[in-house]
């Protein structure tokens, strides 16, 4: 018995030994740090689904007012949050050559087929892959796309329209979602989802499925991070959503015989930047022995370019619906905002003869003012983050930071700190014009480098929508409308609000 006692203290001291390895680091670095505790770190709020991790770095940004920057315990992984924005600048822009690396892949080499896509991918990998991406979004490319939007619009006013003629309460996360759901069906895919009038058309359950976590999907995360180069060849991604994703891909591929067939949407362009061939550039991670970066290069494969269509449509829909459905709760409870909003609408449509076109969607500017309001105060993406490459010193500091470790920028809590925006809660959109880049703190499409390649398609899509919908429509409170909705705990990529946002639609008189 006393043997078995011994053998259990000695496995007990032993697994506690380990779990807690290296939670002293930010002590010996004399940081201001959230005490961790064993196998979880300083995130058990998260493991226990209390918070979501925008919640989180929001709650440590605001817990800390006096520090530059404040370390925290991700289970056993060392991370900071950066309080400054110029050390913001530093990681985002001066020094990104320190923080390429978005560091959200759970193993360091080893990556899942469809994380091989520019939001997830690493160094050269990411580098080649934004380099021959960036002319898909050009102004051009865009305004190329935009009859595919005007039916999705058109159809969203009819499904809009059924709605504010029963007089229920409608929720515009729901609808927004299905709009944007069937906007990346045709731009991405070409095809029609059909997500508007059939609220469980296939694509649209694809969409939920992505962003609604199983008791698998929540075992194998758990499982990744606390075991990564064990688990390494455990996939993430639920194994129906690939199938569905590489099957889809490779159908309209075979269907186009891989071929760009006139469509200008993004499984064309795709198919045109394969066309020109392997990808070459300088290298990111690797130099030659004067320092000069060494030659990269990449073949798009039908592989790599279904992971791109993957990211595409889960980002695309996801961002888009969560930012414009807020936006939409915002000038329900700000009926005068909405009315000015409204005024500009059919002013400029009266311009261009009752039609939405890109060109019109361009004057919207007060419109436009609206929604990055509305991002600011709840920005889909709560945080960034990035994971230094090598040692690296903050500027003004004197805490050096070794590689691996993450660095978050908290952006709900830099866009609501009284410091930099007055009365933050308040809806105000004339604070913020096209010039709105204020000293790296309003950052909802990110900065520098990795910032968000498609920011301009996302703004279009989701200012078309808004448009296309306020011009026929007022949006009011209902009876089930909170002015500060509860943010939904397990939301930790985009967030989202628990429960939906419950408005009602009015239909408008216009002359």
């Given at each position: 018995m006393i043997q078995l006692i011994a053998v259990c203290a000695v496995v007990a001291y032993c697994l506690y030994s380990l779990s807690t390895r290296g939670y002293d680091y930010w002590h010996?670095?004399?940081?201001?740090?959230?005490?961790?505790?064993?196998?979880?770190?300083?995130?058990?709020?998260?493991?226990?689904?209390?918070?979501?991790?925008?919640?989180?770095?929001?709650?440590?940004?605001?817990?800390?007012?006096?520090?530059?920057?404040?370390?925290?315990?991700?289970?056993?992984?060392?991370?900071?949050?950066?309080?400054?924005?110029?050390?913001?600048?530093?990681?985002?822009?001066?020094?990104?050559?320190?923080?390429?690396?978005?560091?959200?892949?759970?193993?360091?080499?080893?990556?899942?087929?469809?994380?091989?896509?520019?939001?997830?991918?690493?160094?050269?990998?990411?580098?080649?892959?934004?380099?021959?991406?960036?002319?898909?979004?050009?102004?051009?490319?865009?305004?190329?796309?935009?009859?595919?939007?005007?039916?999705?619009?058109?159809?969203?006013?009819?499904?809009?329209?059924?709605?504010?003629?029963?007089?229920a309460e409608v929720d515009v996360r729901d609808l927004m979602a299905r709009y944007t759901t069937d906007f990346i069906g045709a731009c991405g895919f070409g095809i029609d989802a059909n997500s508007i009038d059939n609220e469980d058309a296939p694509f649209r359950k694809l969409?939920?499925?992505?962003?609604?976590?199983?008791?698998?999907?929540?075992?194998?995360?758990?499982?990744?991070?606390?075991?990564?180069?064990?688990?390494?060849?455990?996939?993430?991604?639920?194994?129906?959503?690939?199938r569905d994703t590489l099957s889809l891909v490779r159908g309209i591929m075979g269907q186009r015989n891989y071929q760009p067939s006139g469509r200008n949407d993004f499984i064309d362009l795709l198919l045109e930047l394969k066309q020109k061939g392997k990808i070459v550039g300088e290298s990111i991670e690797h130099r030659n022995s004067d320092g000069s970066p060494k030659s990269?290069?990449?073949?798009?494969?039908?592989?790599?370019?279904?992971?791109?269509?993957?990211?595409?449509?889960?980002?695309?829909?996801?961002?888009?619906?969560?930012?414009?459905?807020?936006?939409?709760?915002?000038?329900?409870?700000?009926?005068?905002?909405?009315?000015?909003?409204?005024?500009?609408?059919?002013?400029?449509l009266t311009r261009y003869g009752g039609?939405?076109?890109y060109d019109a969607v361009n004057e919207m500017k007060y419109l436009k003012m609206c929604f990055y309001e509305s991002m600011r105060i709840f920005p889909s993406l709560g945080f960034l983050i990035r994971k230094c490459v090598q040692p690296y010193t903050f500027p003004g500091t004197g805490v050096t930071i070794d590689e691996g470790v993450a660095v978050i920028i908290p952006v709900q809590g830099l866009q609501t700190d009284e410091k930099y925006f007055e009365e933050p809660e308040e809806f105000r959109p004339e604070r913020l014009d096209d010039n709105r880049v204020m000293n790296h703190v309003y950052l909802p499409f990110g900065e520098g480098p990795r910032a968000c390649i498609g920011e301009r398609?996302?703004?279009?899509?989701?200012?078309?929508?808004?448009?296309?919908?306020?011009?026929?429509?007022?949006?009011?409170?209902?009876?089930?409308?909170?002015?500060?909705?509860?943010?939904?705990?397990?939301?930790?990529?985009v967030q989202s609000i628990k429960g939906g946002i419950p408005l009602l639609l009015k239909k408008r008189k216009i002359d």
């Open positions: 010996k670095k004399g940081v201001q740090h959230e005490k961790p505790l064993p196998f979880i770190g300083s995130t058990g709020r998260i493991f226990a689904q209390k918070m979501s991790m925008t919640e989180y770095f929001t709650d440590l940004y605001r817990k800390y007012p006096n520090e530059k920057l404040v370390g925290y315990y991700f289970s056993r992984e060392k991370a900071v949050v950066l309080r400054d924005p110029e050390l913001v600048k530093c990681v985002l822009i001066t020094d990104f050559q320190y923080f390429y690396r978005r560091g959200i892949n759970y193993h360091k080499d080893v990556f899942e087929p469809m994380f091989k896509n520019l939001f997830f991918a690493e160094g050269d990998l990411w580098k080649l892959l934004r380099q021959r991406l960036t002319p898909a979004f050009s102004s051009g490319k865009l305004k190329a796309m935009f009859p595919l939007i005007v039916e999705r619009t058109e159809r969203l006013q009819r499904t809009a329209a059924a709605a504010a003629a029963r007089g969409g939920k499925r992505i962003f609604t976590p199983s008791l698998r999907d929540i075992i194998v995360i758990l499982a990744k991070w606390l075991a990564p180069d064990l688990l390494k060849h455990l996939k993430t991604v639920p194994p129906e959503v690939e990269a290069e990449l073949e798009m494969d039908n592989l790599l370019m279904a992971a791109q269509v993957f990211v595409f449509f889960a980002a695309g829909f996801e961002t888009s619906s969560s930012a414009t459905s807020f936006t939409l709760h915002q000038l329900a409870l700000h009926p005068e905002q909405q009315a000015k909003c409204q005024e500009e609408i059919d002013e400029v039609k939405l076109c398609l996302g703004l279009m899509q989701s200012l078309a929508g808004l448009a296309a919908l306020l011009h026929q429509f007022s949006v009011a409170p209902s009876v089930n409308t909170k002015t500060n909705p509860p943010k939904d705990p397990t939301g930790h990529v």
